[in-house]
């Protein structure tokens, strides 16, 4: 992954991160259309399909740890035909802390 992909993922990815938080949304579903649109990343459609380039995704391993980085957790659902259609993006622990308390703060 170039420089300049891994800087798309990683804006995009803090991005969503903010918006769910000011939205106060802990998780998002996406197809993989979407974040390709998104993202505006140069990876062919078959590497963004497939299971291998998810899981990487998931446990971090560099160069696709920019979503972990950002504070996800990653799932997606089992490749098909097509491939993998569907990713959720999920706050992880520190992050859904964080959300937590503004939450709790909005009830006081």
């Known amino acids: 992954m170039t420089v300049h992909e891994k800087t798309r993922w990683k804006n995009w990815a803090e991005s969503l991160r903010q918006q769910m938080m000011g939205n106060l949304t802990p998780e998002v579903t996406k197809s993989v259309d ?23 995704c998931q446990t971090g391993k560099s160069p696709n740890d920019a979503l972990t980085v ?20 999920k706050l992880n622990a520190t992050w859904m802390a964080i959300l937590q308390r503004v939450l709790d703060r909005q009830r006081t």
């Open 34 to 56: 979407a974040i390709v649109s998104e993202v505006g990343t140069t990876k062919p459609e078959n590497t963004l399909r497939s299971e291998r380039f998810w899981r990487s």
């Open 70 to 89: 950002a504070g996800f957790e990653i799932e997606f659902d089992g490749a098909g035909d097509q491939g993998v259609e569907q990713v959720t993006l």
